[in-house]
């Protein structure tokens, strides 16, 4: 993956998000003030060993592939060399490029995919991140805190002229499970490691001039409270007002890389029957002690 950095802005609450592009590719770092659970929990530890979920296809790249791959504290993405990501029998992905998850035992929650996408959560094992050199940049073992994981989306990027101008009806195709990114003001040392549940809504316009715009809802709650979090361009982040990449633009180009407000980062995606794929990373704060949890989500738009 070539890249070229490019400082895009410096979001508020200690998040910095660089953006990179080149050759056709987008990539970056996104590092937050998040601090994994290590220490004692009396929440039952998850079973998070054993690999979870299933594709209804292979998914197909083309010229475009792309991944999104969010690390606990950070993100990647950028256009994907199929040849070096090759997916898994059950579906899953365990190795981008300079990214791998490896080890004795590993597992991946929350498989899920068809022909024009491939999400998961890495759950067990240890992900590790390369230099250029091939030799070891950084790693972690991901059972040994209680709310580290890593998840990625893989998808084809979306093309002008990939579908046709107008209104899509946008389904969700696939989320992974929520977890827990921030304890906010730490009042509570047994907040539940994982979402319980998550659900979410999208739409889509492509408007004639080539542009678009789109809307994503997305409610999680962990057994106690219980938030939407809704992005659209130009809109602030739910809880940062200050935070994000806002223009006051209420389009965009979909062949964009980065549209984000600090608390979505959306790609559009294409699918190979001219489906519109919106592929978010979010994180939802929800109540106002300052919890949060994140997670991803793709859906379909035709």
Same mark, same amino acid.
């Given at each position: 993956?070539?890249?070229?950095?490019?400082?895009?802005?410096?979001?508020?609450?200690?998040?910095?998000?660089?953006?990179?592009?080149?050759?056709?590719?987008?990539?970056?770092?996104?590092?937050?003030?998040? !601090?994994?659970? &290590?220490?004692?929990?009396?929440?039952?530890?998850?079973?998070?060993?054993?690999?979870?979920?299933?594709? !209804?296809?292979?998914?197909?790249?083309?010229?475009?592939?792309?991944?999104?791959?969010?690390?606990?504290?950070?993100?990647?993405?950028?256009?994907?060399?199929?040849?070096?990501?090759?997916?898994?029998?059950?579906?899953?992905?365990?190795?981008?490029?300079?990214?791998?998850?490896?080890?004795?035992?590993?597992?991946?929650?929350?498989?899920?995919?068809?022909?024009?996408?491939? *999400?998961?959560?890495?759950?067990?094992?240890?992900?590790?991140?390369?230099?250029?050199?091939?030799?070891?940049?950084?790693?972690?073992?991901?059972?040994?805190?209680?709310?580290?994981?890593?998840?990625?989306?893989?998808?084809?990027?979306?093309?002008?002229?990939?579908?046709?101008?107008?209104?899509?009806?946008?389904?969700?195709?696939?989320?992974?499970?929520?977890? *827990?990114?921030?304890?906010?003001?730490?009042?509570?040392?047994?907040?539940?490691?994982?979402? &319980?549940?998550?659900?979410?809504?999208?739409?889509?316009?492509?408007?004639?001039?080539?542009?678009? &715009?789109?809307?994503?809802?997305?409610?999680?709650?962990?057994?106690?409270? &219980?938030?939407?979090?809704?992005?659209?361009?130009?809109?602030?982040?739910?809880?940062?007002?200050?935070?994000?990449?806002?223009?006051?633009?209420?389009?965009?180009?979909?062949?964009?890389?980065?549209?984000?407000?600090?608390?979505?980062?959306?790609?559009?995606?294409?699918?190979?029957?001219?489906?519109?794929?919106?592929?978010?990373?979010?994180?939802?704060?929800?109540?106002?002690?300052?919890?949060?949890?994140?997670?991803?989500?793709?859906?379909?738009?035709?």
């Amino acid at each position: 993956m070539t890249l070229v950095n490019k400082t895009l802005v410096s979001i508020a609450m200690g998040l910095a998000l660089t953006a990179c592009g080149g050759s056709g590719s987008d990539g970056g770092t996104w590092s937050a003030p998040q !601090t994994p659970n &290590t220490g004692s929990n009396s929440q039952e530890q998850t079973d998070r060993s054993n690999s979870s979920g299933t594709v !209804t296809a292979a998914f197909v790249p083309t010229a475009t592939a792309s991944m999104m791959l969010i690390p606990f504290n950070g993100f990647t993405l950028g256009k994907m060399d199929a040849n070096r990501a090759v997916q898994n029998n059950d579906g899953s992905y365990t190795k981008f490029e300079n990214y791998e998850l490896t080890g004795d035992k590993i597992a991946v929650k929350d498989i899920a995919g068809n022909q024009n996408f491939a *999400l998961g959560r890495w759950s067990y094992g240890t992900a590790k991140q390369y230099k250029s050199d091939g030799t070891l940049s950084s790693q972690d073992v991901l059972q040994k805190s209680q709310n580290l994981y890593w998840t990625y989306a893989v998808y084809n990027a979306y093309t002008q002229g990939a579908t046709s101008v107008g209104k899509k009806t946008c389904e969700v195709s696939a989320f992974t499970k929520p977890y *827990l990114t921030n304890w906010g003001d730490g009042s509570s040392s047994t907040l539940p490691n994982l979402a &319980t549940s998550t659900a979410g809504t999208a739409e889509f316009e492509l408007l004639a001039d080539g542009k678009a &715009t789109f809307k994503i809802s997305i409610t999680t709650t962990n057994g106690r409270s &219980t938030n939407t979090a809704t992005y659209s361009p130009g809109q602030k982040a739910d809880f940062a007002t200050n935070s994000g990449i806002i223009t006051g633009a209420t389009t965009i180009d979909p062949t964009s890389s980065i549209n984000s407000n600090g608390q979505f980062l959306v790609q559009v995606g294409q699918g190979l029957n001219k489906e519109v794929l919106l592929i978010a990373s979010y994180t939802n704060q929800l109540s106002a002690k300052g919890e949060r949890y994140s997670g991803q989500a793709v859906f379909t738009c035709k």
